[in-house]
């Protein structure tokens, strides 16, 4: 079976703490993909990266950042944790759409950070 | 406007009604997802189709390219099918960044 494994299920840190949410494919994916879901407003992609090192802001990279070190692992960096960070954060990972690939997505399970 | 429009956004049925889901889309799309969220879980992905329908078990999702119109069906429903399902969709000329509708929220009773 395919998966993605994203390291914590629920985290409480306080305001201006770092957090590190790691992310884990075990399919070779190139594409890798940071969503936050909140209510009312569905999920919103904060980075992705196509590939090892390379990386590309999505559409609410602001107080975010991201590390791709091996193609297995996709981290989302928190530098300074606000409340405003609250959120259900998903990870995701896919093939290129092409002539052989699906393009088909893969979630993990979710991180549901609090910040107080 | 956003470029992805669900509808509707809540809808409850008895076990064992016909449901559609419908999604609207305006921007150039090279592929669509159909993806299903249970409550408290991960985000899973039903079908991904570019033209005509796809079926699984009772699931069925149909895409009209030219209208940007696509639906989701699901025959003879069933409490299990409660969830959150989600419409996204690939943009022409990328392929990887994604345009998510809001969701439709399902409930199923029995």
């Known amino acids: 079976d395919v998966k993605v494994t994203q390291s914590s299920r629920y985290l409480v840190k306080r305001t201006g703490e770092k957090v590190f949410l790691e992310c884990v494919q075990d399919?070779?994916?190139?594409?890798m993909f940071w969503y936050r879901q909140d209510p009312g407003l569905g999920l919103r992609l904060i980075y992705f990266?196509?590939?090892?090192?390379?990386?590309e802001k999505g559409d609410i990279p602001e107080g975010y950042s991201v590390s791709r070190e091996k193609k297995e692992r996709f981290s989302l960096i928190l530098e300074s944790a606000s409340t405003n960070q609250t959120s259900m954060y998903l990870c995701?990972?896919?093939?290129?759409?092409?002539?052989?690939?699906?393009?088909?997505?893969?979630f993990g399970e979710g991180s549901r950070l609090t910040v107080l | 406007k956003n470029e992805v429009e669900q509808s509707p956004q809540n809808l409850t049925a008895q076990e064992g009604e016909f449901i559609t889901i419908n999604c609207s889309y305006s921007?150039?799309?090279?592929?669509l997802h159909w993806l299903q969220q249970h409550p408290g879980g991960g985000i899973v992905s039903l079908f991904m189709?570019?033209?005509g329908k796809k079926k699984h078990g009772r699931l069925i999702a149909t895409i009209n390219i030219q209208e940007k119109h696509s639906s989701l069906h699901i025959t003879a429903s069933h409490p299990r099918d409660s969830a959150v399902y989600i419409c996204?969709?690939?943009?022409?000329?990328?392929?990887?960044?994604?345009?998510f509708g809001k969701g439709t929220l399902l409930t199923v009773n029995p």
């Open positions: 995701a990972s896919s093939l290129s759409l092409g002539p052989t690939n699906t393009g088909e997505l893969f």
């Open positions: 399919m070779d994916h190139e594409n």
């Open positions: 990266s196509y590939d090892v090192k390379m990386k």
């Open positions: 921007v150039g799309i090279s592929a």
């Open positions: 189709l570019s033209s």
């Open positions: 996204a969709v690939i943009n022409r000329g990328s392929n990887y960044k994604l345009t």
